[in-house]
């Protein structure tokens, strides 16, 4: 990490339904360059209403604007749930065109395309939307007594915002056919072995053991970081050659970066680097 912090520009926020702390505080005392980003809805097992996903694009939007962030963790608020799912009785009045002509899943787009790492923090339920939600992130963080699923399907639909193909890329074709079809759940081990999950840990650990993931990051240079994530993302949607051309053009230009230079002279005096994120 840098010796010296950027100035704080995205202080902490009580929203309606979200509360940023930032920095976000460790097991180690405050996180330099990680925010906490915690849904707070818990009398409805913090379920995913349009207003509440309009008002978590609006905060990671924020927090991707300063330059002080460099990594987001996102939670759930308590211990029952990530996100139980969407706000179903908000959804059942929904018709084919109220959905097209609204818009409110263009927010998903939003929350997908946060530049920031970012990293989901899931305790309890991460159902249907709430597991969508998990999977829009970089990485899962889940503790012990986390369940994932897509149980959309026992409601007598689909998942739509992304569950499919998130998945799918995820975990497979045949496991995700069978979990989307089934509506079953899957225990945070099963996920972990199944690739879904980046790491489990004891429950009562998750949220400051994704913060310590989150710090890891954040002490990175900021544009390889920013770089590396475009390019992991795009072997995700491109096909080989064009995903190799992608990471190329990328790492060559990262030579024109001081953090670049700063880590290379750093690595030859065999001292700690000093990145500036320039």
């Given amino acids: 990490m840098s010796d010296t912090a950027p100035a704080q520009t995205a202080p902490s926020l009580r929203g309606r339904f979200i509360a940023t702390t930032f920095p976000a505080t460790g097991s180690a005392g405050p996180a330099d360059g990680v925010a906490l980003v915690a849904i707070d809805r818990q009398d409805a097992l913090n379920a995913l209403s349009f207003d509440l996903l309009d008002e978590l694009a609006a905060e990671l939007e924020r927090l991707d604007r300063d330059d002080a962030c460099r990594a987001i963790v ?34 998903w787009d939003r929350i997908g395309a946060t530049a920031t790492p970012l990293i989901a923090a899931v305790r309890g339920f991460a159902l249907g939307g709430g597991c969508e939600l998990a999977m829009a992130c970089d990485m899962i963080v889940a503790g012990e007594d986390a369940k994932f699923g897509q149980p959309e399907i026992k409601l007598g639909v689909m998942p739509g ?35 879904l999950v980046t790491t489990v840990v004891a429950a009562e650990e998750t949220v400051a053991a994704a913060i310590e993931l989150a710090s890891r990051i954040a002490a990175q240079p900021p544009v390889a970081v920013a770089a590396a994530k475009q390019a992991i993302i795009r072997a ?43």
């Fill in 74 to 107: 996102l939670s759930g608020a308590g211990t029952r749930a990530f996100a139980a799912g969407a706000d179903i009785r908000e959804l059942a009045e929904q018709t084919p065109v109220s959905l097209t002509v609204g818009n409110r899943f263009a927010t």
């Fill in 161 to 195: 915002a992304g569950g499919t193909q998130r998945l799918t890329r995820a975990i497979g074709k045949a496991k995700a056919m069978e979990l989307i079809l089934t509506g079953r759940t899957m225990s945070a081990r099963e996920a972990e072995a199944a690739g």
């Fill in 236 to 278: 995700h949607e491109l096909s080989l050659s064009a995903g190799l051309e992608f990471e190329r053009t990328a790492f060559f230009a990262l030579f024109a970066t001081d953090d670049q230079t700063e880590g290379m002279a750093a690595f030859s005096e065999k001292r700690p680097p000093h990145f500036t994120g320039r």
